[in-house]
């Protein structure tokens, strides 16, 4: 039972351009969530996060939005640069318990 | 100076042996994971320790023993590998309850044969 989701595999975006990464969870104790980059042989490394107090959350390039009602949050990259392409996963987790649960991944490539 | 380090990063083997894997995180964080990455590349939860005491264990086979010796380092021994036991394997650490990220390592590729 996949909690959570990232229904695109893969997506192209032009340099310059808005990337938008999108992930869905089903779980509703889920309270804290997260979104990592991952590149080829190296371990995901944390981009950011937001709490489901809040529905927006931004750090530089970065912007996460939660839609608690729809269950699905989603992650802006602007402007989209080549070095932002890699493997972007997003992960949940109840603040109560100790797991986090992560999507399924999508791998983002930024054309020059 | 790497706040998560595994070893080793790569390892190959035969069927039936026996390997581990050792963790070591300078964080000073309370918890520590080791998430699975298959061949689909989900990255899934295996085992959560919190202050050396399991609290996590999510349906792995019985040849997988972790083991918390103190709270910055984390082993897996896999006994009797199996070929579809091929994956990356990631260790992670967090600061437990309290909200925040998690911090892996850079992996270790496993290859049975």
């Known amino acids: 039972d996949q909690q959570v989701k990232q229904n695109s595999p893969s997506l192209s975006v032009q340099e310059g351009r808005i990337s938008i990464l999108n992930c869905d969870y089903t779980?509703?104790?889920?309270?804290?969530f997260l979104w990592y980059k991952k590149y080829p042989a190296e371990g995901p490394t944390f981009l950011i996060s937001?709490?489901?107090?809040?529905d927006k959350n931004e750090d530089g390039r970065f912007t996460v939005f939660l839609n608690k009602s729809a269950k699905h949050l989603s992650l802006h990259i602007v402007p989209s640069q080549p070095g932002d392409s890699a493997v972007y996963f997003c992960a949940a987790r109840n603040s109560g318990t100790y797991k986090y649960i992560f999507g399924t991944g999508t791998r983002l490539k930024v054309l020059a | 100076d790497t706040a998560v380090s595994q070893t080793p990063k790569y390892l190959v083997t035969q069927m039936g042996n026996d390997k581990s894997i050792k963790c070591e995180q300078n964080l000073g964080h309370d918890t520590m994971y080791w998430y699975k990455q298959d061949s689909k590349k989900f990255l899934k939860i295996m085992f959560s320790y919190n202050n050396k005491e399991l609290i996590i264990n999510e349906t792995v086979p019985n040849r997988f023993s972790p083991k918390s010796p103190d709270k910055a380092h984390l082993n897996l021994h896999i006994n009797s590998l199996e070929l579809g036991d091929s994956a990356v394997y990631f260790c992670a650490a967090s600061t437990g309850l309290a909200p925040g990220e998690l911090f892996f390592g850079e992996g270790s590729r496993l290859t049975v044969l």
């Open positions: 937001i709490s489901s107090i809040k």
């Open positions: 779980n509703s104790m889920f309270d804290y």
